[in-house]
Structures are given as C-alpha cells and as structure tokens.
C-alpha cells in the first residue's frame, strides 16, 4: 500500500458520518432574513386565504338573504293582489245583489286589460338590471323593490327621450337664441308684450356675451410675459369673476324675471355703450347702483318717525339695487367692468366721453 492510499483511508476515517454531523453553531444573516420572508409569505397568504373564505360565505349569506326577501316581497304581492282581487269580487257581487233587488240592469263584466297591460309593461328583473347598467346607472338602490326599479328606469328612459335645450356658444351659455351683431342695437324703452320682452333679452345677451368673449380674446393676444406678470393674472381673473357674477342674470333673462326698474337702467347703460358714449353709461349705472338719495348731513332729524320731507327721498326709481342682495351687487359689478373693457375695445370719437 502506498502513502497515498494510506493517507486516504486516514482522513475517511476522521471524516463524520451523517448521523455524527452536530449543527452549526451560526446562521447567516442572509439565510435568516430568507426563513423570516418566507414565514411571513405563509403567514400572508393563510390570511388572504381566510379573508377570501370569509367573503365568500358573506357573499353566500348575502344572496341567500337577497333571494329571501324577493322571495317574501313577491309573497306580499301576490297576496295584496289576491286580497285586492277577493275585495273587487265581493263588492261586484254586492253590488250585483244590489242592482237585482232595485230592479236595476246588470253592470258589464270588468274586464283585466288594464292588468294584461301592466303585466306586458312589466320587465324580468334581470332584464331590468342589463338596462340600467348600459344607462351607466346604479342597477340595484338600497331598499327598492322591483316595482320601484322599474319605475326609475322609466322616468330614465322618459329623461332620454325627452328634448334637451340647446345651449348656445359664448362665454356664457344660455338657452336663449343668441341674435347677431347688427340686430344687437337696443332701445331705451321697456317693451310692453311679453314677446317683446323676450327679444330684448335675446339682444342683451348677445351684448354681453359679445363683450365677454371681445374681452377673452384681447386678454389671450397679450404677451406671455404680461400674461404672467401680478397685473395680467389680475386682469384675467377679473375677466373670470366677471363671467361666473353675470350667470345669474342671464338666469333672469330666461326666465324673463327681471325687474323692470333695473331693466331700464341696463338698457340706458347698454344703449349708451352701444353709442360709444360711456360717461352717460357709467351715469346710468351710478343712477342703477347707488341711487339718487339725498344723503343727510349732519343730524337735521332727531325722531324715530319719518316727516314727509324725508319721505320724498326714498322713492322707489331711486333705489340703491346694489344694496338689495349680494347676488345683484355682483352682476351689477360685471356690467360695470364689462362697460370698462368696452371703451378701451371701442373707443368713442369724443374724448369727453372716456370715464376717468
């Protein structure tokens, strides 16, 4: 035998078995943190399995109590039908009874074509909810029956069917058929007829819409260096605040509610406007806005009760309107700005006529 081979079987001897082999006295941190991963993934997944369990059996129990309830309302209904039905049977024989003992002829034989109607107006639950969805609308609501889920996907349809008004284009879209500039020329009398009436405010609000959209468009042919400068974004969020406070009065003007007093103050400013003289416009909104009440100096009355020299200062074509509500304030605030723009889009051939 020779060295090496002696050697060999040496070390195979001083080798441990399996069985021998003890553990080690050290893990790694890497094969620790891998154990913890895995431990948790379980952990994670027994969870995830829990919770899909427990949703499953909520979904189960859920169902089960949806098919009880149909079950019970359609118990109900058949019932109140055939107490509805046993009623109608036991007052038509009364009434028969009746007829006869009178000497009366017979009444004819109701017959059940309005309940054939209804039945064949009547749509299958699941139909009903396929139709709903494709209207982008909740299939089932909390607490409504069949009868009521019907009745709401009727007056859906009825909504669809039913013609919308049209909006016209401008700054502020209105329902009212906006007329075009050459026919915008307003006068300072207040129409009698109701027709008339409606025309007006057609003319008014294509004005304004005019003006408004002049007043975009001149703001957005600024420089970007303008535009992004302290006074442009002022000047554009005045143009913005002016648009959204005169959306009420065009409210007014499709309903035709506004009031005559400020009506005729608005067709002076606009027809002043319209003639390019805005020192007599800018008269007529001080006339609208603040009034022409005399405003006392100093105390002259001392009384709690009004004289009749002091009842002559309060008249109701000298009323501030734009102390009335906030709302009229605002518009009356746009008109204003609008009339501002106006004169440095149109300007007038006297100068005398430019506001200060």
Known sequence: MDFAALMSKEISKAKPTGA???????????????????????????????????MTQKRKRDEEEAERKQEREEKKRRFAEESRRK????????ERERRK????????????????????????????????????????????THRGRLRRYRRLVQRLLTPQQKLSDGPIPTTLELVPEKDMKISTTLPKNNEDRKYLFRQLASYFNMVLGE????????????????????????????????????????????????????????HNAQLRRYVDANDAYLRL???????????????????????????????????????????L???????????????????????G
């Open 20 to 54: 021998e082999r003890v553990e080690k006295k050290y893990v790694r941190r890497g094969e620790e943190e891998a154990a913890r991963i895995a431990a948790y993934n379980e952990e994670q997944e027994r969870l995830q399995r829990e919770r899909e369990e427990r």
């Open 87 to 94: 009623r109608e049977e036991e007052e038509a024989a009364k």
């Open 101 to 144: 003992r009178l000497g009366l002829p017979e009444l004819p034989a109701a017959t059940d074509k309005g309940e054939d109607e209804d039945e064949e107006e009547d749509i299958p639950d699941e139909e009903l909810i396929e139709k709903l969805r494709e209207l982008e609308e909740p299939a089932r609501v909390f607490g409504e």
């Open 215 to 270: 007043w975009e468009l001149g703001l957005a042919k600024r420089d970007i260096t303008v535009k992004q400068s302290l006074q442009g974004r002022q000047a554009y969020n005045a143009m913005i605040q002016s648009r959204e406070n005169m959306k009420p009065l065009f409210r007014k003007f499709e309903k035709v509610e506004v009031d005559d007093s400020v009506l005729e103050h608005i067709l002076e400013i606009v």
């Open 289 to 331: 806005s603040i009034g022409k009440a005399a405003w006392p100096i100093g105390v002259t009355m001392v009384g709690i009760h009004e004289r009749s020299a002091r009842e002559k200062l309060h008249q109701s074509d000298q009323q501030a309107h734009i102390l009335s509500d906030e709302i009229t304030r605002k518009y």
């Open 333 to 355: 605030q746009s008109i204003k700005r609008c009339l501002s723009f106006a004169q440095t889009r149109w300007p007038p051939d006297d100068q005398l006529q430019i506001m």
